[in-house]
C-alpha cells in the first residue's frame, strides 16, 4: 500500500543503542499502530495512536517508545532496555479505530 | 483477556478443493473481524472483514461467517489456486480499539 511508508527496510543494532523506526502516511487517517512479527508468529501490539498527540501502550510496550507530533508520522524507538529487538516491525493507520488497518512493507531489525 | 485462537497452524489443500480456517475470540463484545493474508517478507493485506450485525459476507471465492453466540467466525476459501498460498491472520477488535491478531495459518495449496 503506497499510503504508508516504513523506513529504513532493515536496520541494524547494536548492544545498548537506540534506534528509531519512521512511518509516515498519507492516507489522512487518524489512527496509527505498531506492530512487532516474530518468526512464525503472529502480529502483537506495541503502540497505537488514535488521534495527534495522544497514544496508549498495547500488549508488548516495555522497551520501546513512541511520539505522534504530526498527524502523518508515528515513528518507533527500540531502546537499549529491550533485550530481544530482532523482529520485523509493523506500522499500519486506519482512518479511525474499529475500521480497516493498511500496513506498511515493514523493518526488519537484527542485532550486531 | 483479549485472547483470539486460531486453527490450524498449518493446512495443506489440493487445488480446486476449499479451505477453511477458524477462530475464536474471548470478548462477547468484539464488534469487527478481519482476516489478513501475508505473503513471505510481505505486509499483510486485508482480504475481507465482518461487523458483528453480519452472519456472513463474500467476496467471489473468498467467505466468511461469524456466529456471535458461539464466538467463533471462519474464512472459506473455495476453487484454491496457487496463489491463495500464504499465511492467513484473522483478528478481533477488543475494546473498541485494540485489533488482537490469531497466531497465523500456513496455507499451502498443492498443485
Known amino acids: 500500500d503506497g499510503g504508508i511508508t516504513q523506513s529504513p527496510k532493515y536496520l541494524f543494532r547494536k548492544e545498548g543503542q537506540n534506534v528509531t523506526l519512521s512511518c509516515e502516511q498519507n492516507l489522512n487517517h487518524d489512527a496509527m499502530y505498531w506492530y512487532r512479527q516474530d518468526p512464525g508468529q503472529g502480529l502483537r501490539l506495541i503502540y497505537y495512536?488514535?488521534?495527534?498527540?495522544?497514544?496508549q501502550k498495547g500488549d508488548i510496550a516495555e522497551g520501546y517508545s513512541v511520539s505522534r507530533e504530526k498527524k502523518e508520522s508515528f515513528p518507533l524507538t527500540v531502546t537499549s532496555a529491550q533485550k530481544n529487538p530482532t523482529a520485523f516491525y509493523l506500522c499500519?493507520?486506519?482512518?479511525?479505530?474499529?475500521?480497516?488497518?493498511?500496513f506498511g512493507d515493514g523493518t526488519r531489525l537484527s542485532i550486531l | 483477556g483479549e485472547n483470539v485462537e486460531q486453527h490450524p497452524s498449518t493446512l495443506s489443500v489440493q487445488e480446486g478443493d476449499s479451505a477453511v480456517i477458524k477462530c475464536t475470540y474471548s470478548d462477547s463484545a468484539s464488534n469487527y473481524f478481519p482476516w489478513y493474508k501475508q505473503e513471505l517478507g510481505k505486509r499483510p493485506q486485508l482480504i475481507i472483514d465482518?461487523?458483528?450485525?453480519?452472519g456472513e459476507k463474500k467476496d467471489q471465492r473468498i467467505a466468511v461467517t461469524l456466529n456471535k453466540t458461539a464466538k467463533h467466525f471462519s474464512l472459506h476459501i473455495t476453487e484454491t489456486q496457487p496463489e491463495d498460498s500464504a499465511v492467513y491472520f484473522c483478528a478481533a477488535v477488543f475494546g473498541n480499539e485494540k485489533l488482537t491478531f490469531g497466531t497465523g495459518t500456513r496455507l499451502t495449496i498443492i498443485p
Open positions: 499500519a493507520s486506519s482512518p479511525q479505530v474499529n475500521q480497516p488497518q493498511h
Open positions: 495512536s488514535q488521534i495527534v498527540n495522544d497514544f
Open positions: 465482518i461487523r458483528s450485525n453480519v
